[in-house]
């Protein structure tokens, strides 16, 4: 290994752990907020409306997200929103009332659009070209166990201590992610910078993408927000945290026994298999009485989105130039925002109607239809798409 490689390798990992951290950050807070909200007296819909502005807020940023991280030093600009991004936490415990608590959640979605687009971009940037897409996918995978492991560790302390700890722990863990960052060092060279342009704040080759996963993500945003809800009901408190552990086991097995399905281009198979399990996860939900039922549910549940997720990412990755993905991972991350917070609002309206066991059942339907998309549309896109990019790259690479 020459010193070159050392150093990408250095920092890819530095940017991993960098990721990982600042996603179990932000999806800790998730299952913790509608426990918080309880204990200060808002209940009902009004969770909801808390949990889906900051949903509205990265939606509506993301587009500026884009601009500056390919307008500007993007490693500086990372730096400077999760130092930004550190700080929504503490605000949680010092503004404990309804209307103080959207304007919190607008701000961390402001600032959160700028990271959650960041740290895949420059882990695109230090790879070597022939490695970006196999890299990537691996990197992604910090998108699954953290959303897995950061509801686990806030649950477990927020059951133990207290929610004020848990946004403590919290706030801990996103300033050691800002302290790996720091000893990534990226360079970059000065950038030519544009005006910002509403039409050109989405990168449309990455709709397609962002449009299927908006789908598959709107029964991840009920799940997480309101397993926490759901096990109080069905007393099954003391199975949560053991739920986000099979989540993250389930996670890690899909990694371990499909990489290599990935790595040889089988991906609309991964993509069926991944569906039906989900399909069958959420509709189980209506039978779910029992603690090891919730365990089964979390570890297929971990299953299917430990498939989809990288698998997704790499997509948008793995076409998008250089230049670009700074603006192409803020386009195809709105579906986590937007799908995200549909779940979130659907089931604080839900819980009231149906209640949750249905609600969550009901979801189901957004997988149905993300498939519909994937069959009729995606899978097709996506093939030309890497195929207009690969033979992009090697006109580029004999000019040069």
Not at 167 to 183: E, K, P, R
Request: aromatic share 14%; with cysteine; glycine share 8%.
């Amino acid at each position: 290994m020459n010193k070159n490689e050392k150093i990408w390798n250095r920092r890819f990992v530095l940017l991993f752990i960098t990721n990982l951290l600042v996603l179990a950050a932000f999806y800790a807070s998730i299952p913790i907020i509608p426990v918080y909200c309880g204990e200060i007296g808002i209940t009902g819909s009004k969770v909801g409306i808390v949990l889906t502005a900051m949903s509205v807020a990265t939606i509506l940023f993301r587009p500026v997200a884009g601009y500056l991280l390919d307008n500007f030093n993007r490693y500086t600009v990372y730096i400077i929103f999760l130092a930004l991004f550190c700080l929504s936490f503490p605000a949680f415990i010092a503004f404990p009332l309804f209307g103080a608590l959207i304007i919190v959640r607008l701000y961390m979605g402001a600032v959160y659009s700028v990271c959650g687009s960041a740290t895949m971009t420059l882990a695109s940037d230090v790879l070597p070209p022939q490695k970006i897409t196999q890299g990537i996918n691996r990197f992604a995978f910090t998108i699954s166990i953290g959303m897995a492991l950061g509801p686990f560790v806030g649950i477990q302390v927020q059951n133990n201590m207290s929610s004020k700890a848990s946004f403590w722990t919290v706030f801990a863990i996103s300033v050691a992610a800002l302290i790996c960052v720091l000893g990534a060092r990226v360079k970059y060279p000065k950038v030519k910078r544009k005006k910002f342009s509403i039409k050109e704040s989405i990168y449309r080759p990455a709709l397609p993408f962002m449009f299927n996963m908006m789908f598959l993500m709107i029964p991840y945003g009920a799940v997480i927000a309101y397993s926490s809800i759901l096990a109080q009901i069905k007393n099954l408190t003391s199975y949560l945290p053991y739920f986000y552990i099979c989540l993250v086991v389930g996670m890690l097995v899909s990694k371990l026994s499909t990489q290599k399905m990935i790595d040889g281009g089988r991906h609309k198979i991964l993509v069926y298999a991944s569906l039906v399990i989900l399909i069958l996860t959420m509709t189980s939900y209506l039978f779910l009485t029992t603690g090891v039922h919730m365990l089964i549910a979390g570890f297929f549940f971990g299953l299917g989105y430990g498939i989809l997720q990288p698998l997704f990412q790499s997509f948008v990755t793995g076409t998008t130039p250089a230049p670009q993905r700074g603006l192409a991972n803020a386009t195809y991350l709105l579906s986590y925002d937007i799908g995200i917070g549909i779940g979130s609002l659907l089931m604080g309206c839900l819980q009231e109607a149906i209640g949750l066991s249905n609600g969550f059942a009901l979801t189901a339907i957004a997988y149905v239809i993300g498939g519909i998309i994937y069959i009729f549309y995606v899978d097709r896109y996506y093939n030309k798409q890497k195929s207009e990019y690969i033979k992009n790259s090697e006109i580029k690479a004999a000019a040069n």
